[in-house]
């Protein structure tokens, strides 16, 4: 029962660390991009590769200390980490650079294309994870449903007539620019039926930047509460530690009287 009540424990908080690290661990990875991807297109002077290198091996050391801590805290640790490989590929991959194997130009750049790989994979599942817990994911991909569907409709309703948008590329183009709220004016329809098309795209720009300044609050209203279930996690881990001595006392002293009794 008790390393039950410990998993569960451990479990509560590694979503904890999870919720309080992955934003700003995503901003790290978005950084790590182009730290990575420059060096393989430009060649740069020794002084900026020496300041790069310097700067990925200090984000590297925030990886690093971050994957050590949530692996202590998964229940099953492998099956962890053979999930979450992207982020054993940004801590490992350094280690093979003093490798004579790897000293060659062609080897480096395959470790920095991996590297990139990697990074690019924690920000996918990062993204991925943090509009799937504010129920973003459905709505965006029902927003580009719309402007393509609606692209293509404009392109059939305007096409015959004096307006510019007779063709699918910029008739997306307008579509992108309406369900934004940008509206450049650039383009218009002159048909009834495209700007009722017009419309309703403006209606779900409008609702679309509700709902996400929506979740935004919401966001910082999870954060104060993760940080009341810190608090309530540490008063049950001292609860479990008086709990943990009392059954020692017990235990003990039954031991003593079973030892007098004989």
């Given amino acids: 029962m008790t390393s039950l009540f410990r998993a569960k424990q451990d479990s509560a908080a ?10 700003p661990l995503l901003i790290l990875a978005i950084a790590m991009v182009p730290l990575i991807a420059v060096p393989l297109v430009v060649d740069l002077d020794a002084g900026v590769e020496r300041a790069i290198l310097a700067v990925d091996w200090m984000i590297w050391a925030i990886f690093a200390l971050e994957l050590g801590i949530r692996s202590y805290l998964a229940p099953a640790r492998v099956s962890y980490l053979a999930h979450h490989w992207y982020d054993v590929v940004i801590v490992a991959i350094p280690f093979l650079r003093p490798l004579r194997i790897v000293r060659s130009a062609r080897a480096l750049r395959l470790l920095r294309g991996v590297r990139l790989v990697g990074f690019s994979g924690r920000i996918h599942a990062t993204v991925l994870t943090v509009l799937t817990r504010h129920r973003l994911d459905y709505a965006l991909a029902s927003a580009l449903t719309v402007v393509f569907a609606s692209a293509a409709l ?8 004096d307006s510019s948008l007779d063709d699918f590329g910029t008739a997306l183009w307008w579509s992108a620019v309406t369900v ?3 509206g450049y004016g650039d383009f218009s329809p002159t048909t009834a039926a495209g700007r009722g098309i017009a419309v309703l795209l403006m209606l779900l720009g409008i609702g679309l930047f509700s709902l996400v300044a929506a979740n935004v609050a919401a966001f910082f209203v999870t954060e ?13 881990r001292a609860l479990r530690e008086k709990v943990d001595s009392l059954e020692r006392v017990l235990v003990s002293g039954r031991a003593s009287a079973d030892e007098s009794d004989h």
């Fill in 154 to 161: 404009i392109t059939r309703f305007e096409r015959g007539t």
């Fill in 14 to 23: 590694l979503d904890a660390f999870t919720r309080a690290t992955e934003l």
């Fill in 224 to 236: 104060q509460e993760d940080e009341q279930n810190e608090i309530l996690l540490s008063e049950i």
């Fill in 180 to 182: 934004t709220t940008v």
